[in-house]
């Protein structure tokens, strides 16, 4: 297991939500979501150069953001609001573009909310402020519920289970958990809970962290996902906001204080994922480079994890219209052919082979050339005689012919950033090329 990889885990003390499908939906239509969707996302280095982390493409066709939005209407949560912050441009345009289809005369939406000083004259100094600064939004929607929800992780959830244990449990604030290799658990807010699975303890980012006592080789760790009792919500953002020495933090600051005296449960993330996932739940933070990389090409396996095949649970995005994808030549030495990969449409594979790699729209790829284990970004144009494993490479790039990464580590790091895994990543600005004219200084994602 990665450093970005959990599962919903065993042996935890409490039971899954099995509520009918009918009373979910009067709950989920007394909720509002809001997706905290303005971080950088800075280990991801220079693909969050132009773009926050949650527009960064992925799988072929989709951006990040879309499985956070996927859940919410696939969960029957139609009311929604993104906040952004960090060169927000590309997101605002795709949220705004591709998810216009909710039916505003039901009271269904997803509202893009840009940061707007509403609450003083500061921008968003964490997630909590983001929240608190726009309650205004919230309580003009009044909703009983809100789900506060991390805009850049790749997972399938059903929202509605995890509100529903919130409600039967007459909790204040529920958090979804998932165990995680107690190695990693660092990178998480830990949570100790009690046989009720009610929260003891809530550290972010422990340097110790305390493991399950029934699994001691791992650790319960936050989703950033949470659900909040609205008047509870508000009058606790309020009292974060007037704490001068808050870093005004949802796991730094505020979730600490709430386990102290208030009715606080963890929801174990594998209830939500009854029926909507086959096998083991699948959650990753793509927050590095090799994070990304490899949750990509886990969706090359001939059974992947996450499953985007499902009808019943799809993850909607902005769809383009962009002819089929197309493999031309079947002489011997110079023969289209893709294996164990994702080609989206607009791509052509002339003459070339691609392995275990995930193609995104319109790249062209020339003669003779080999690709394994690589992540093509939109619109990358690939000459003739081209070697690449173990790569991401950014929109846009032009690679001339011959050209090489992933063969000379060495070469490679006097050019390009490559991670501690090996994996190469490319922009055209390290090739020395310009974006298109056409984007006029608005880079898009």
Request: net charge neutral.
């Given at each position: 297991?990665t450093?970005?990889?959990?599962?919903?885990?065993?042996?935890?003390?409490?039971p899954?939500?099995?509520?009918?499908?009918?009373?979910?939906?009067?709950?989920?239509?007394?909720?509002?979501?809001?997706?905290?969707?303005?971080?950088?996302?800075?280990?991801?280095?220079?693909?969050?150069?132009?773009?926050?982390?949650?527009?960064?493409?992925?799988?072929?066709?989709?951006?990040?953001?879309?499985?956070?939005?996927?859940?919410?209407?696939?969960?029957?949560?139609?009311?929604?609001g993104?906040?952004?912050?960090?060169?927000?441009?590309?997101?605002?345009?795709?949220v705004?573009?591709?998810?216009?289809?909710?039916?505003?005369?039901?009271?269904?939406?997803?509202d893009?909310?840009?940061a707007?000083?509403?609450?003083?004259?500061?921008?968003?100094?964490?997630?909590?402020?983001?929240?608190?600064?726009?309650?205004?939004?919230?309580?003009?929607?009044?909703?009983?519920?809100?789900?506060?929800?991390?805009?850049?992780?790749?997972?399938?959830?059903?929202?509605?289970?995890m509100?529903?244990?919130?409600?039967?449990?007459?909790?204040?604030?529920?958090?979804?958990?998932?165990?995680?290799?107690?190695?990693?658990?660092?990178?998480f807010?830990?949570?100790?809970?009690?046989?009720?699975?009610?929260?003891?303890?809530?550290?972010?980012?422990p340097?110790?962290?305390?493991?399950?006592?029934?699994?001691?080789?791992?650790?319960?760790?936050?989703?950033?996902i949470y659900?909040?009792?609205?008047?509870?919500?508000?009058?606790?953002?309020a009292?974060?906001?007037?704490?001068?020495?808050?870093?005004h933090?949802?796991?730094?600051?505020?979730?600490?204080?709430?386990?102290?005296?208030?009715?606080?449960?963890?929801?174990?993330?594998?209830?939500?994922c009854?029926?909507?996932?086959?096998?083991?739940?699948?959650?990753?933070?793509?927050g590095?480079?090799?994070?990304?990389?490899?949750?990509?090409?886990?969706?090359?396996?001939?059974?992947?994890?996450?499953?985007?095949?499902?009808?019943?649970?799809?993850?909607?995005?902005?769809?383009?219209?962009?002819?089929?994808?197309?493999?031309?030549?079947?002489?011997?030495?110079?023969?289209?052919?893709?294996?164990?990969?994702?080609?989206t449409?607009?791509?052509?594979?002339?003459?070339?082979?691609?392995?275990?790699?995930?193609?995104?729209s319109?790249?062209?790829?020339?003669?003779?050339?080999?690709?394994?284990?690589?992540?093509?970004?939109?619109?990358?144009?690939?000459?003739?005689?081209?070697?690449?494993r173990?790569?991401?490479?950014?929109?846009?790039?032009?690679?001339?012919?011959?050209?090489?990464?992933?063969?000379?580590?060495?070469?490679?790091?006097?050019?390009?950033?490559?991670?501690?895994?090996?994996?190469?990543?490319?922009?055209?600005?390290?090739?020395?090329?310009?974006?298109?004219?056409?984007?006029?200084?608005?880079?898009?994602?």
């Amino acid at each position: 297991m990665t450093d970005s990889q959990a599962t919903g885990g065993a042996g935890l003390p409490w039971p899954g939500s099995r509520a009918p499908r009918e009373t979910l939906h009067h709950l989920t239509q007394r909720a509002y979501a809001i997706v905290l969707a303005g971080g950088r996302g800075s280990r991801l280095h220079e693909l969050t150069d132009w773009r926050a982390k949650p527009a960064v493409p992925f799988a072929g066709k989709l951006k990040i953001i879309d499985f956070a939005l996927s859940n919410c209407v696939n969960s029957g949560i139609r009311r929604i609001g993104v906040l952004t912050q960090y060169k927000a441009q590309s997101l605002i345009r795709h949220v705004e573009r591709g998810w216009g289809f909710l039916e505003a005369s039901l009271g269904e939406y997803v509202d893009v909310v840009p940061a707007q000083q509403r609450q003083g004259d500061n921008w968003y100094s964490g997630t909590a402020n983001a929240v608190y600064q726009n309650l205004d939004i919230l309580r003009e929607a009044n909703p009983e519920f809100v789900l506060v929800l991390a805009g850049d992780h790749i997972y399938k959830m059903d929202y509605a289970r995890m509100l529903d244990e919130h409600v039967a449990r007459g909790a204040d604030l529920t958090l979804a958990c998932i165990e995680v290799p107690l190695r990693e658990a660092c990178n998480f807010g830990v949570v100790s809970v009690d046989a009720d699975a009610r929260v003891t303890a809530f550290e972010e980012k422990p340097a110790h962290p305390i493991p399950c006592p029934d699994v001691p080789g791992r650790a319960l760790a936050s989703m950033g996902i949470y659900v909040f009792n609205m008047a509870f919500l508000g009058e606790h953002l309020a009292r974060d906001a007037a704490e001068v020495a808050s870093s005004h933090d949802f796991g730094k600051d505020m979730l600490p204080a709430l386990v102290r005296g208030h009715r606080v449960f963890a929801h174990h993330f594998a209830d939500s994922c009854v029926n909507i996932v086959e096998g083991r739940p699948y959650w990753r933070d793509v927050g590095t480079v090799d994070a990304y990389w490899e949750a990509n090409l886990d969706l090359t396996a001939v059974v992947p994890e996450l499953n985007l095949y499902d009808p019943s649970w799809p993850i909607m995005s902005l769809q383009k219209q962009l002819p089929p994808a197309k493999f031309v030549f079947d002489d011997e030495g110079r023969r289209g052919m893709a294996v164990n990969s994702l080609v989206t449409s607009g791509c052509i594979v002339s003459g070339a082979t691609v392995r275990r790699s995930v193609l995104f729209s319109n790249v062209r790829v020339g003669e003779n050339s080999v690709l394994e284990d690589a992540v093509i970004l939109p619109n990358v144009v690939v000459g003739r005689g081209v070697i690449l494993r173990r790569v991401v490479v950014d929109k846009h790039c032009m690679l001339p012919d011959g050209f090489k990464a992933g063969v000379h580590p060495a070469e490679d790091r006097a050019r390009f950033h490559v991670t501690e895994r090996g994996v190469t990543l490319i922009t055209p600005k390290m090739l020395g090329q310009a974006y298109p004219a056409e984007w006029h200084g608005v880079r898009s994602a």
